[in-house]
């Protein structure tokens, strides 16, 4: 398996224009997870899906911010307008429950946003 | 948020077992304890897990208190390769099952 996919690796934007993020899970994992690390807050979740149905977004900054799930293959987070402060990196991960207490989650290599 | 404490940072010798510790002193009784590591440029990745007994697998071993509040992870030959940042995560039992808390974690040196 090519493991969690994540496209961009890098983007570069401008404040106020839309930016989406774009990840692909490990086929057959029906959890997945978007999060951002700054070096100020560290590795923060935003929000997490099971079945493709967002279950808890408490982690989601603020309207900018929105999370899709179409199928079980694909993800997007998408800010719109993205600001300086959103620059930071974005992984999405994937898991599938294997049993009591053990629910790996698989990262992907990371978008790294800039806004300037 | 159940939360853990880990040292900053930590230093170790190649070829030398290196034990890096995390207190969790609020952890409930259904919390899993899970240590990640995140190398240089990379998404995190698993490393160990554990409730309440010592855990071994082919990357470390998990120490693991009586009293559950503190835990240690145990890499038995450090390597260039094992220089990370090492993160120590309560795992909540119940509906929550799947949300990490990642923190601050230990970041490793290791020296040839």
């Known amino acids: 398996d090519a493991g969690v996919i994540q496209s961009p690796r890098h983007e570069v934007t401008e404040m106020g224009q839309e930016v989406t993020l774009r990840c692909k899970p490990i086929s057959g994992h029906d959890y997945l997870f978007w999060y951002r690390q700054t070096m100020m807050r560290g590795l923060e979740l935003l929000i997490y899906f099971n079945n493709n149905v967002p279950i808890d977004d408490s982690g989601m900054p603020e309207d900018r911010f929105s999370a899709k799930m179409p199928n079980a293959s694909f993800s997007t987070l998408k800010i719109q307008p993205s600001e300086p402060r959103d620059s930071a990196v974005y992984f999405c991960a994937s898991s599938f429950f294997m049993g009591q207490g053990y629910n790996e989650q698989f990262f992907g290599p990371g978008t790294r946003l800039t806004v300037l | 948020d159940a939360k853990t404490t880990q040292p900053n940072s930590m230093e170790s010798n190649e070829e030398e077992p290196v034990h890096l510790p995390c207190n969790h002193s609020t952890i409930s009784g259904t919390d899993y304890i899970h240590w990640y590591r995140q190398l240089p440029s990379q998404g995190p990745e698993y490393v160990i897990h554990g409730l309440t007994s010592n855990v071994n697998n082919r990357m470390a071993s998990l120490a693991i208190a009586e009293d559950r509040k503190s835990s240690t992870l145990i890499l038995h030959r450090a390597t260039l390769r094992d220089a990370a940042v090492y993160y120590c995560?309560?795992?909540?039992?119940?509906?929550?099952?799947?949300?990490?808390?990642f923190g601050s974690g230990t970041k490793l040196n290791v020296k040839p």
């Open positions: 995560i309560l795992r909540a039992g119940g509906y929550n099952f799947n949300k990490f808390y």
